[in-house]
């Protein structure tokens, strides 16, 4: 039976994902997005979009309030590392204000299941190869603090108000949809597999390698890269979770890659290599980020289909050359 759902930052490259595969398994989808960093075109037809902020409480009221929700997700929010870095405050106050809000809004109008885009960034200080959610958290930056602080509302909407949600801590979200329908499209773009497809097509100067120093094999940041496809999966599957209570799940593969090993997947992918210089460290960035993601397979069944290095940075690949100018102006 076809269900109808919320989807905050649909627009964006994660979030579009995920429409598509409700659309596909024939559910009705709202999406609120104010295409900050999201795309019109990114959305198939079909999809209304209100275009806003997810944390307008009149928006919300408004939308919420025409009733018939299955499910809340929530993906708008500022999401880089570094730039939080540079603006602690802006990310702290938005990102925790417009998760709240929108936390408060679901409840004011009986939203019963809200599913978070949490991160990997929640793990800066790692005491284990496989950081699963056991692990202690110690974000890595002011915006693994601001996803945390909505974590923490989440969890006291549920005691207090009996809302069922799954934080859904991505490792790092990469690849396109396999069908070729939509991709990612950031301007600036400041993701490690979009830069180095567009610097071995020569469409940018060769990519920066934040740091060659750190403690892993090759010196370079090792990171869990997870197919955005195989991430919409998993928010398919925690709706049946969220029926009974309220969940938490690391998502990633279990195998961590170096950017030096990014590189030369896409250059040989490519059919090109990929030019790039070694550049200082980038602030907030950990050293190795790799998920443990047992309890999401022992609990859901959800086994990544895209899980190989060569299959992400393929999908991606394939919606660059086809795509130069990306999605174009919104
Ligand atoms: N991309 C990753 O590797 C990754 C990893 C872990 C977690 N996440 C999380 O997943 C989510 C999606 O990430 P993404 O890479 O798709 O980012 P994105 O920037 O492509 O998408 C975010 C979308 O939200 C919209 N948006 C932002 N703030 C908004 C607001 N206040 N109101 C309405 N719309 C707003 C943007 O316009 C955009 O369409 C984010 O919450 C991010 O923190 C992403
Ligand atoms: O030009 C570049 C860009 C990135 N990197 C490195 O590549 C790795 C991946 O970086 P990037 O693609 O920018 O992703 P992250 O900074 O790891 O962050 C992503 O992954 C996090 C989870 O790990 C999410 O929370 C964030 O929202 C999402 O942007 C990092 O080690 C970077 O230092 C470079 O060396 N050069």
Known sequence: MSE?????????????????????????????????????????????LVVGDAGDPALLDAVLGEGGWSAAFHFASLSLVGESMREPYRYL???AATGIRLIEACVRHGVRRFVLSSTANLFDQADR????????IVPGSPYGESKHMVERALLWADRIHGLRSACLRYF???????????????????????????AALGRI??????????PTPDGTCVRDYIHV??????????????TTRSATYNLGNGRG???REVIDTVGRIAGRPVPH?????????????????????????????????DDIVATAHAWRLAHPGGYGAN
């Open 229 to 242: 496809a195989d991430l919409a999966d998993a928010h398919l599957r925690v709706l049946d979770v969220l």
């Open 129 to 136: 190869d496989l950081i699963d959610e056991t692990t202690p």
């Open 257 to 259: 890659h170096s950017v």
């Open 172 to 198: 790092n979200a990469a690849g396109a949809d396999p069908q070729g329908r939509i991709g990612e499209d950031h301007d600036p773009e400041t993701h490690l597999i979009p830069l180095a497809i567009d």
């Open 205 to 214: 100067p060769p990519l920066n390698v934040f740091g060659d120093d750190y």
């Open 4 to 48: 109808r759902f919320l989807v905050t930052g649909g627009a964006g490259y994660v979030g579009s994902h995920l429409v598509l595969a409700l659309l596909d398994r024939g559910d009705e989808v709202v999406v609120i997005d104010n295409l900050r960093t999201g795309h019109r075109a990114a959305l198939p037809a079909g999809v209304r």
């Open 277 to 309: 210089v070694v550049a200082g460290r980038r602030a907030g960035d950990p050293a190795t980020l790799v998920a443990g993601s047992a309890r999401m397979r022992a609990e859901t069944g959800w086994t990544p289909r895209h899980a190989s290095l």
């Open 93 to 95: 106050l938005e990102n």
